[in-house]
């Protein structure tokens, strides 16, 4: 599609901020108005619309598509966004490790451990670990808080949450990466031990190292996201 318009404006409207092409505000593809919730997300929006050439590029608005997601897709159904963000905590990379006699293991232990303390501390719950791969369910208590967690959030924290946790198939680590100073570079290294333990031992082949940084840059994404829209 060749470029449309000229100017790119930011500008307040009721219930948020409003990125304008030429004066006309944008829609999602739900055909509602793409109000978000700060100036620093609108921002993020508007760079994306002046970053085109003459020709616009549908991949490059990885914000866009994450405001459009949680208008059009989280705020129509807040309970099944929770739902599906709660299925990750019953498998949670991080509470299923390997056996105790494999190296893997203490590398787990020394990387995820302290990242679940955390978590139970923070929101006291309790999490089941595993070794192996048989499934354990999670305490109900726990799910319990963890969906109280979630409902409190708002639309587009949920939003940016969940592409944070399908990448580190991981809630806890979708958790903290929402926590003030984390560093999204370090939870994502901390979500992919195995991957990279695999790579130490073997090496990456270039295939996977480019998935790699493209997962990487998804879940920085995410989470600038995320503190945007906080303002």
């Not at 995820?112 to 595993?130: D, M, N, Q, Y």
């Not at 100073?181 to 370090?186: I, K, L, S, T």
Request: glycine share 6%; net charge negative.
């Amino acid at each position: 599609m060749k470029r449309f318009y000229k100017d790119v404006s930011v500008s307040p409207v009721d219930g948020g901020w409003h990125v304008t092409l030429d004066g006309r505000g944008i829609k999602t593809p739900g055909r509602a108005s793409q109000i978000v919730p700060s100036e620093a997300l609108a921002g993020l929006l508007a760079e994306e619309w002046r970053a085109q050439g003459e020709k616009i590029d549908p991949r490059s608005f990885v914000y866009r598509d994450m405001a459009d997601y949680a208008i059009d897709v989280v705020r129509k159904d807040r309970a099944d966004a929770v739902g599906n963000l709660l299925n990750y905590s019953q498998t949670d990379t991080l509470c299923y490790r390997g056996d105790p006699e494999d190296p893997l293991f203490q590398r787990q232990e020394e990387l995820w451990e302290p990242l679940l303390k955390t978590c139970e501390a923070r929101h006291g719950i309790t999490f089941s670990r595993v070794s192996g791969i048989m499934f354990d369910q999670q305490p109900e208590a726990t799910q319990q808080r963890l969906r109280e967690v979630l409902d409190a959030m708002d639309d587009f924290t949920l939003a940016g949450l969940q592409t944070m946790t399908s990448i580190a198939a991981s809630l806890v680590v979708g958790l903290e990466a929402l926590e003030d100073g984390a560093d999204p570079e370090q939870l994502f290294a901390t979500a992919n031990a195995e991957e990279d333990w695999q790579a130490e031992l073997w090496g990456w082949d270039f295939e996977a190292e480019d998935r790699r940084k493209l997962r990487l840059e998804a879940f920085t994404l995410a989470h600038e996201f995320v503190k945007a829209a906080r303002g």
